[in-house]
């Protein structure tokens, strides 16, 4: 028998986080007020459709061998479920850490208060980039650890002057990158790594120099249109080869398994009223510092 002839790629190593996350259970998912364009208070998600839409994404990461670490959801903050702008999870010199996030819009800003003590209790570092006001704006969906840097996105929601805060306080290299569409609020909206080499990308997302300088960051950037970004299919999440997906427009498909990925698809369909998907709810805290990212203990901020 003769073994079956492959393309051969470029040898592109599994990320190694991903494999443990933190969600928030939707007990109390409502859209209360609109701090985002897919946010509209006379469109209500159907609770019971959103919790077993939620409790199908724990399945399906916990079926993939990740762990997935349940907080619950404070009454009064109904975007709480969107548990990746909480925090950033590393584990970093001292341990595993959390770099709470200072949230842009006050509608969000007690989500932490309630979040820091359980981070603490399971045993996390907490610290804060700003905080009641103080500081610069953070939220942690803009953050991801890609290449030799962590990758930020500022504007809509992050503020410049936070990549300096995290960039100090993790002893990493920070690189920046400007978003300006309105519908990508969020780096986790238009960016996704893959693999090691690998990154769904949306340049469209960023100004020109940002976009020039993400695509320089990718070895083998798969590159969205707008109009597939909006599907929110850099939403997702890869646990191994795996790809847990929202939606996955056909082209992206097609690259996805020419690369050897396995996707995945998981209807969120009612988050998206609150304007998040599937990485919005889900908060990966294995990030390692010296294995993902290459400490840079003085800190170190890149801006295109
Ligand atoms: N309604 C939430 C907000 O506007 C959605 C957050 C989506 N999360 C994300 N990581 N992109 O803040």
């Not at 701090?35 to 724990?58: C, S």
Request: hydrophobic share 40%.
């Amino acid at each position: 028998m003769t073994e079956p002839t492959t393309e051969q790629t470029t040898e592109s190593r599994e990320l190694e986080w991903g494999k443990h996350y933190v969600m928030v259970r939707p007990d109390h998912f409502r859209v209360d007020y609109v701090i985002n364009p897919y946010m509209d208070t006379a469109v209500q998600p159907n609770p019971e459709r959103a919790m077993a839409q939620w409790e199908h994404l724990v399945e399906t990461l916990r079926g993939l061998g990740a762990r997935v670490d349940v907080l619950g959801q404070r009454a009064d903050a109904p975007d709480m479920v969107y548990a990746m702008n909480l925090g950033l999870g590393v584990v970093g010199a001292r341990g595993p850490q959390v770099v709470m996030s200072h949230m842009r819009y006050a509608e969000r800003r007690m989500e932490t208060a309630t979040a820091e003590p359980w981070f603490r209790e399971q045993g996390l570092a907490t610290s804060y980039v700003g905080r009641d006001g103080v500081g610069a704006h953070f939220e942690a969906g803009d953050a991801f650890a890609f290449g030799d840097a962590l990758v930020v996105g500022y504007g809509p929601r992050t503020e410049e002057l936070a990549l300096k805060h995290l960039a100090t306080d993790l002893g990493i290299r920070v690189r920046g990158l400007r978003i300006t569409h309105p519908g990508m609020y969020h780096l986790d909206l238009a960016f996704c790594p893959l693999d090691e080499r690998r990154a769904l990308v949306c340049p469209s997302a960023l100004d020109d120099e940002s976009a020039a300088a993400l695509l320089a960051m990718v070895p083998e950037p798969l590159v969205l249109t707008e109009e597939e970004a909006l599907t929110f299919c850099a939403n997702s999440v890869v646990v191994g080869r795996t790809v847990v997906m929202p939606a996955c427009p056909p082209r992206v498909r097609e690259q996805l398994e020419a690369w050897g990925f396995e996707i995945v698809l998981v209807d969120i369909g009612e988050f998206h009223l609150g304007g998040g998907s599937i990485r919005c709810l889900t908060n990966p805290v294995d990030v390692t510092v010296g294995r993902d990212l290459p400490a840079v203990p003085a800190g170190e901020v890149v801006l295109p």
